[in-house]
């Protein structure tokens, strides 16, 4: 059950649109209407998308007939997270890796400019 | 970028056999033959999943010709977890609510084997 939820949970977040419904959610209760707004998408485009988020446990609707009102339901992103979590180290050693490229140029870029400088220097200083 | 970068991370975590196949890789790199043991899957089908991963920037291949170990690459599932962190006093919050729930149940289920434990010795003590 948790494998199937975690599939639910990582397919519903693939698509920009179901993260932005959740992002506008994170700050309150909207109905149907009023997330579509922001997004040049039919109605039934963004029921469509909600029905997934609904079915992925990560909203859940008002049973108010005529307005019902979506809700963030978070519990299935911090499912999510733990497994994430895991490989927390991995990326923190790529992450690391990655500055220790990004100093070693700039390193390299501040060495060749201080050559070139001191080139400049011994002809004379800067000729431009 | 970051966005299309984010839909693809999604899209490759929603598949069981993908987050295996990472599982595995954060144990050392492997050949596609040693990936696809445990699975009963062909090697055909495994080379799809690879494919996924390797497009999501989730794994890398190697150079070498007959040999070509996968190797995982974890910098966007850091990518992810930064996304999903922006909802963590969400997850939060309702993993407490489920805990103060579990807890109210637990306190009522008390209080009726209490109160039914009392009725018993009112009438004079358990009698079964």
């Known amino acids: 059950m948790s494998v199937d939820r975690l599939n639910s949970t ?6 920009p649109t179901r993260r932005a419904i959740l992002a506008r959610l994170a700050s309150g209760a909207a109905s149907v209407t009023e997330l579509a707004e922001p997004f040049e998408m039919s109605l039934p485009a963004v029921s469509k998308h909600l029905k997934v988020l609904e079915r992925a446990g990560l909203i859940a609707r008002g049973r108010e007939a005529q307005w019902r009102p979506c809700r963030l339901q978070a519990g299935p992103l911090g499912v999510a997270d733990e497994w994430l979590e895991q490989y927390r180290r991995f990326w923190e050693e790529s992450f690391d890796r990655l500055d220790v490229y990004l100093r070693e140029l700039q390193r390299k870029e501040e060495e060749a400019r201080r050559s070139g400088l001191e080139g400049k220097e ?6 431009e």
């Not at 011994?122 to 000729?127: C, F, H, L, T």
């Open 10 to 15: 990582f397919a519903a977040l693939a698509d």
């Open 122 to 127: 011994e002809k004379g200083g800067p000729d």
